[in-house]
């Protein structure tokens, strides 16, 4: 049994501590900058429909994700990435959540961004949050800029695991002293494997999976 108090934080993105998801809004903030094809917001909308039911179509979704990070370099895509954060996601920013990190990293116990969402696109959330510690799906750099491909493991499902756990081990701790906020019904393996789950503003899915479990469902404002 772990002891009542988590010595390590994850924090989900997305529904979670920000009431947006990045995945689909980058899409439209590209689009808004002439970047992508308006034709990709349906697109986005059918991959996201998919991510909702938990049947996303991992290599498919990535290749259309990362498609205009293809030729481009690191300090570009930095840019980007920081103007979509202001545009579309600082606004959407629960103060709850805003506080719970707070009260971890006051406590200095240590705590990371988990989230499945491209690092690139994640770090000035976390940032924002004062997580310094991003797991998130890693990008391939060759010859200076993006392929638009992934690097390592895709940071989703049982990805979510291995990153998590292998943090743990870092820190010297287990999976079983850790908890975990997370809001979608893809967050269920995450939320099983550590020793304090914390579904948060959880999806129908989630929350009726969430009672059976006998887990405490948090909301963040």
């Given at each position: 049994?772990?002891?009542?108090?988590?010595?390590?934080?994850?924090?989900?993105?997305?529904?979670?501590?920000?009431?947006?998801?990045?995945?689909?809004?980058?899409?439209?903030?590209?689009i808004?900058k002439?970047?992508?094809s308006?034709?990709?917001?349906s697109r986005?909308?059918?991959?996201?429909?998919?991510y909702k039911?938990?049947?996303?179509?991992?290599a498919?979704f990535?290749?259309?994700q990362?498609?205009?990070?293809?030729?481009?370099?690191?300090?570009q895509?930095?840019r980007l990435?920081?103007?979509?954060?202001e545009t579309?996601?600082?606004p959407?920013?629960?103060a709850?959540?805003?506080?719970?990190?707070?009260q971890?990293?006051?406590?200095?116990?240590p705590?990371?961004l988990l989230?499945a969402?491209?690092?690139v696109?994640?770090?000035?959330?976390a940032?924002e949050?004062g997580l310094?510690?991003?797991?998130?799906?890693?990008?391939?750099?060759?010859?200076?800029?993006y392929?638009?491909?992934?690097?390592?493991t895709y940071?989703?499902g049982p990805?979510?695991?291995e990153?998590?756990?292998?943090?743990c081990?870092?820190?010297g701790?287990?999976l079983?002293?850790?908890?975990?906020?997370?809001?979608?019904?893809?967050?269920i393996?995450v939320?099983?494997?550590?020793g304090?789950p914390?579904?948060?503003?959880?999806?129908?899915?989630?929350a009726?999976?969430?009672?059976?479990?006998?887990w405490?469902?948090?909301?963040?404002?």
């Amino acid at each position: 049994m772990p002891d009542s108090t988590p010595s390590l934080y994850f924090f989900d993105m997305d529904h979670t501590l920000i009431d947006n998801d990045c995945d689909v809004s980058w899409k439209e903030f590209l689009i808004a900058k002439g970047l992508a094809s308006p034709s990709a917001r349906s697109r986005a909308a059918y991959f996201f429909e998919q991510y909702k039911d938990g049947n996303l179509q991992i290599a498919e979704f990535m290749a259309f994700q990362l498609a205009e990070f293809r030729g481009r370099t690191p300090e570009q895509m930095a840019r980007l990435s920081r103007e979509h954060f202001e545009t579309f996601v600082r606004p959407t920013i629960y103060a709850d959540a805003r506080e719970k990190v707070q009260q971890v990293l006051n406590a200095d116990v240590p705590a990371a961004l988990l989230t499945a969402t491209n690092e690139v696109v994640a770090r000035p959330a976390a940032e924002e949050f004062g997580l310094h510690d991003i797991l998130a799906t890693r990008l391939e750099i060759r010859d200076g800029v993006y392929t638009g491909r992934t690097e390592g493991t895709y940071c989703g499902g049982p990805g979510k695991i291995e990153a998590a756990d292998h943090y743990c081990k870092e820190k010297g701790c287990t999976l079983a002293s850790a908890a975990y906020y997370g809001d979608s019904i893809a967050d269920i393996p995450v939320l099983s494997a550590v020793g304090f789950p914390r579904p948060t503003n959880p999806s129908p899915g989630l929350a009726s999976h969430a009672r059976e479990q006998g887990w405490p469902i948090w909301t963040f404002s």
